[in-house]
Structure formats: C-alpha cells, structure tokens
C-alpha cells in the first residue's frame, strides 16, 4: 500500500514565524502536491511538483514555498506565517506513468494554527 | 476550462436507507473521475475511479458510481447507509494530460440513527 505521511498532525505557531510542513512517501511517485483545506473553500493547490527539484506554482502559491530535494520528500514552506495561513494542509502523492488514470493519495493533513 | 460540480453540500439520510451524491462534471472529453470520502481530522481515502473501461464503477464499502457521458455525470451510490458512512465526499476529475486535479465543492453526507 502507498503510504504518505506529513510530519506533523496539528502544529501551533506564532505570526512571522518560519514554518516547515514535510511530506513524505514511500511509492517512488514522480508526483507530489500540496493542497489547503478551508471550510466552504473546498481543497486548492498551491503547489506541485513532477519531479526532483522540479516544481510549478497552484491556484493559490503567494505566501509558500516549496523544497524537493529527495523524490519521497515534499516540502511546504512558509516564509513568514500569517494568522490567513490557519488551515488543514494536505499533501498527496501520484504516480505519473499511466497518464490521467491514476489517483492521488493523501496523507493524514497537518492541521495549523498561526496565532 | 474542466470543472466539476457537486450539486448538494449537505445530504441527510436515515440509517439504512439508500444514499445518492450528485456530481456533474463539464468537459469536452471524458476525463478520469474519482470519489473520495474524508472522515473528520483525516486524509482523502480513495473509494472509487472510473478509467474508461465499464461505466458502472465498484468501490470500497459498498458504494458504486455510474459513468453517464450523455448526462457529464458520475453519480455515488450506497444501497443501505451505515453510521461510518457519515463524512465529507469530494467528487474529482484528472483531465487527460493534466497533472492537476479538479475538486468539486464537496458533500456533507450525515446519517440519522
């Protein structure tokens, strides 16, 4: 079974802080996403990557930055918190080969709180 | 543009009795199309995707969805709910050639004992 796994299931910061979220997954996907989750909002991406050090902005990239160094490993990086980056973050794997059939999967979410 | 639309953000039923959450998508081709259900404070679970291949698609816990081109709907279907069942459904769709996926909104389905 795919596995992803986030480094955190809720986290607490202050405003200014430098945050890191760390997904991680064991399935040698070429493909890896960040997603937030806010109630009436639905999930919107806010960054991808399709490949090692390869990554393309989402729907919704200001305020984050993103690190993939290693192919199992995506980061999500918030530069400066702000009290607007409170949400459900979550981070998903997909494998590329076989085009727009295969599915993503997810991990747990990381819920954050910037206070 | 693909999108995809969930046409109810909340659905109540009564504990075994059938459930219906409604997805239409808008396409000029037929994408690949997923449901997902998320229970609260987890993960997208994966229950079940259509690939092109039959149009009525099986998933995990007894639900199924039917691919209908003429309609640009891909309907979820449970004969019987159960009390697990209560959670968030996302219906998807992977454009071909597209990384990306298009969410739709999202459906609250509760159940009532």
């Known amino acids: 079974d795919v596995k992803v796994t986030q480094s955190s299931r809720y986290l607490v910061k202050r405003t200014g802080e430098k945050v890191f979220l760390e997904c991680v997954q064991d399935?040698?996907?070429?493909?890896m996403f960040w997603y937030r989750q806010d109630p009436g909002l639905g999930l919107r991406l806010i960054y991808f990557?399709?490949?090692?050090?390869?990554?393309e902005k989402g729907d919704i990239p200001e305020g984050y930055s993103v690190s993939r160094e290693k192919k199992e490993r995506f980061s999500l990086i918030l530069e400066s918190a702000s009290t607007n980056q409170t949400s459900m973050y979550l981070c998903?794997?997909?494998?590329?080969?076989?085009?727009?059939?295969?599915?993503?999967?997810f991990g747990p979410g990381t819920r954050l709180t910037v206070l | 543009a693909q999108s995809v639309t969930q046409l109810d953000s909340h659905v109540s039923v009564s504990e075994g009795t059938p459930v219906l959450l409604r997805c239409n998508y808008s396409?000029?081709?037929?994408?690949?199309l997923f449901w997902y259900v998320q229970h609260p404070n987890k993960g997208l679970q994966l229950l079940l995707k259509?690939?092109?291949?039959?149009?009525l698609v099986k998933g995990i816990n007894g639900f199924e969805a039917e691919f209908k081109k003429s309609e640009t709907s891909f309907h979820l279907t449970k004969p019987s709910a159960h009390m697990s069942d209560a959670a968030e459904y996302f219906c998807?769709?992977?454009?071909?050639?597209?990384?990306?996926?298009?969410f739709g909104q999202g459906t609250r389905l509760t159940i009532n004992p």
């Open positions: 998903a794997s997909r494998l590329f080969s076989g085009g727009s059939y295969n599915e993503q999967f």
């Open positions: 399935m040698d996907h070429e493909n």
């Open positions: 990557s399709y490949d090692v050090k390869m990554k």
């Open positions: 396409s000029s081709y037929s994408p690949s």
């Open positions: 259509y690939t092109s291949a039959a149009t």
């Open positions: 998807v769709a992977s454009p071909q050639g597209a990384q990306k996926l298009v």
